[in-house]
């Protein structure tokens, strides 16, 4: 499946879906920007270590924390102890915005490219373009969202309703 995008640059692009159920998307990255993945494994153990004690529903959860700890007002941090513990992960590409878009980060869906339900992990840089790096289900290989009959997650989430 290859499917073809028109930036507000006119450049083209192109996303083909591989044997690993990755997309391959190619075109014009002469001018773009990369985002890295952050790491908060020391930032969040400072804060929990710091919240010892307290009641469970007072301290945050580490979805919250990720988004706690990058608010910025009145020139600082929230938390600047924290922040200074963020790790920046130079071998995983979490963004990649070609000049003229389309921008598109991890955890973005790909309906609007026509690949339907698909959701992005993360980037690899290949010959003129990055592949990217698909969502699967742990148990049964398939695309974000959709399991094979047999997988068990979607026979817990069956249970459920
Ligand atoms: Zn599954």
Same mark, same amino acid.
């Given at each position: 499946?290859k499917?073809?995008?028109?930036n507000?640059?006119?450049?083209?692009f192109t996303?083909?879906?591989?044997k690993?159920?990755?997309?391959l998307w190619k075109? /014009?990255?002469a001018?773009?920007?990369v985002g890295?993945? /952050?790491? #908060?494994? +020391?930032a969040?153990q400072?804060?929990? @270590? *710091?919240? +010892?004690g307290l *009641?469970? @529903?007072?301290?945050?959860s580490?979805?919250?924390?990720?988004? *706690?700890?990058?608010?910025?007002f009145d020139? =600082?941090?929230?938390?600047?102890d #924290?922040?200074k513990?963020?790790?920046s992960?130079? @071998?995983k590409? @979490?963004?990649? *915005?070609p000049?003229? &878009?389309p921008y598109?980060?991890?955890?973005s869906?790909?309906?609007?490219f &026509?690949?339907?339900?698909?959701?992005v992990e993360g980037?690899?840089?290949? =010959?003129?373009?990055?592949?990217?790096?698909? =969502?699967? %289900?742990?148990c %049964?290989?398939? =695309?974000?969202g959709v399991?094979?009959?047999s %997988?068990?997650?979607k026979r817990v989430?069956v249970?459920l309703?």
């Amino acid at each position: 499946m290859k499917k073809e995008h028109i930036n507000r640059y006119g450049d083209k692009f192109t996303f083909t879906l591989n044997k690993d159920k990755d997309i391959l998307w190619k075109g /014009n990255f002469a001018y773009h920007r990369v985002g890295y993945a /952050n790491d #908060y494994t +020391e930032a969040y153990q400072a804060y929990l @270590d *710091d919240m +010892e004690g307290l *009641d469970e @529903d007072q301290i945050l959860s580490l979805e919250d924390f990720k988004i *706690d700890v990058h608010v910025y007002f009145d020139n =600082k941090y929230l938390h600047p102890d #924290y922040i200074k513990l963020v790790k920046s992960l130079p @071998d995983k590409i @979490d963004m990649v *915005d070609p000049s003229g &878009g389309p921008y598109i980060t991890a955890g973005s869906r790909l309906d609007r490219f &026509g690949f339907n339900c698909v959701t992005v992990e993360g980037f690899k840089p290949i =010959k003129n373009g990055y592949k990217i790096i698909t =969502k699967k %289900c742990p148990c %049964c290989d398939q =695309k974000a969202g959709v399991h094979k009959f047999s %997988c068990d997650t979607k026979r817990v989430i069956v249970n459920l309703k």
